[in-house]
């Protein structure tokens, strides 16, 4: 699963990834407003992590552009401040828990852990196609009601394929969603991860759902068309 960062104080940020990545979780960071709310509004994350006191946009401006977007994305907000005003403005913007700092890595970690174990808010229709969908519940995907067993990056992958079904998606709106921004984008591990994930996902000779349009991209859709 992937969590994005947005921080503009680097040894914050370096505390976060080094924890977060001793438990397996995939890491991206912003260090200003503006770009955080392009990544966190275009990218497939689990979780955000997202800091106050940012350049460019403040931390509730970002907040709010992403609920504005219909994202729901659970939301961490970072802040140096305690007052219940403050607390009571993220909250009303969208944030679902509140840290202040300084912190502990390990109260972060127990954050983070109960927001990704609630069901996630998000439309069932827009996670469903034909009898693959994903579970909210239980947060895997099944198909023909046998659940399908997906490394972290083929969830995100699928997760990333579920939000923009029916389009063309393109190698490199996947290499920035997906992987990492430092990925190499000369690398095969793009088409690695979908033939495995249309092997996990065709089991019983069922129809392929993950289309490929060459030199364009990849669609999910029921059938390949145009």
Known sequence: MKILIIDDDVSIVELVKKGLAAESFMIESAADGERGSFMA??????????DNCLPKLTGSEVLQEIREAKIYTPIIMLTIKS???????????????YLTKPFLIEELLVRIKALLRRPLKIQTPNL?????????????FKRGGKEIYLTKREFC??????????EVISRGEILEN???YNSNPLSNSI?????????????GSRPDLIHTFPGRGYKLALKKTT
């Open 191 to 203: 088409e690695t991860h979908i033939a495995s994930l249309r092997r996990k996902i065709n089991f």
């Open 157 to 166: 992958l699928l997760q990333y394929f579920f939000k923009r079904k029916g």
């Open 41 to 50: 509004r275009t990218g497939a994350y689990c979780l955000i992590i997202l």
């Open 128 to 140: 469903r196609l034909g009898d693959l969908a994903l579970n909210s519940q239980s947060g895997t």
């Open 83 to 97: 007052e219940m005003q403050d607390k009571e403005t993220a909250f009303n913007l969208g944030a679902d828990d």
């Open 178 to 180: 997906v992987w990492d």
